[in-house]
């Protein structure tokens, strides 16, 4: 191929380089596309499941896959000796902790984790930050979620540390783990907490909704990616022809 003193001679690595980009964007352009249909997917169903009628947690142990992302409203007293703060949360760009904490259900031998906000982090890490535990019977409302997001963790929880006064620091929290950490009966569910109570935390949560529009941002960039690796093989693999003397 010829074009204007110019003749089409690829190099056999830069076809391999071209073919190697272009296949890692598609791959992780598709990649991010999945992950936003997901959220996407997720965020229809928590609207429609919102839109349904508010539940009341009973004192027996439930199904949660039944009552997950439904609204839910509960009646109980917080345990505030079994508090465990979730470490490295952001909220607005300022780091803190996600508070969660028990709540025994009113008239029943069974307790509900209840994730009931966040609050700001010390600039001195060791100084953990002060809470206020509404005393006696209260009641909340809030999504129920049958876990919640795993992060990266170097270390489990570590076992020196036990229900007190003074509050254990985790990176993650799961359920099963928490029960036989604190040894109370669970309901097999956490619920995120929406309703307000004077304690001074943030209980702005992030919605599957707020995260979709990235992922298809970041699918743009990695298609557009491969594409450019296709452009660019075929425009550096023109080379100006010699002319022969005559």
Known sequence: MRLAGFAFRPRWWGFLLAGAGCAAGVALGNWQWGRAEERRAAAAALQAAQRAPTLELPGETVDPARLALRHVAVGGEFLSGYTVLLDFRLHRGRPGYHVVQPMRIAH?????????????????????????????????????????????????????????????????????????????????????????????????????????????????????LAALSVALFFVLSFRREKRIAR
């Not at 984790?113 to 890490?125: N, P």
């Not at 002060?130 to 795993?150: D, F, H, K």
């Not at 036990?162 to 097999?188: H, K, M």
């Open 108 to 224: 029943s031998g069974l307790h509900v984790l209840v994730l009931r906000g966040w609050i700001a982090a010390d600039m001195h890490r060791e100084r953990l930050p002060s809470l206020v535990t509404p005393a006696g019977e209260q009641r909340i409302e809030g999504i129920a979620l049958e876990r919640l997001p795993q992060f990266l963790e170097p270390a489990p929880p570590s076992d020196a540390c036990r229900p007190g006064p003074v509050p254990c620091v985790w990176q993650n929290l799961r359920i099963d783990a928490y029960g036989a950490w604190s040894g109370l009966r669970l309901q097999p569910l956490l619920i995120e907490q929406s309703s307000e109570l004077e304690d001074g935390l943030e209980r702005h949560w992030e919605r599957p909704e707020a995260g979709f529009r990235k992922n298809e941002m970041y699918a743009l960039q990695w298609y557009l």
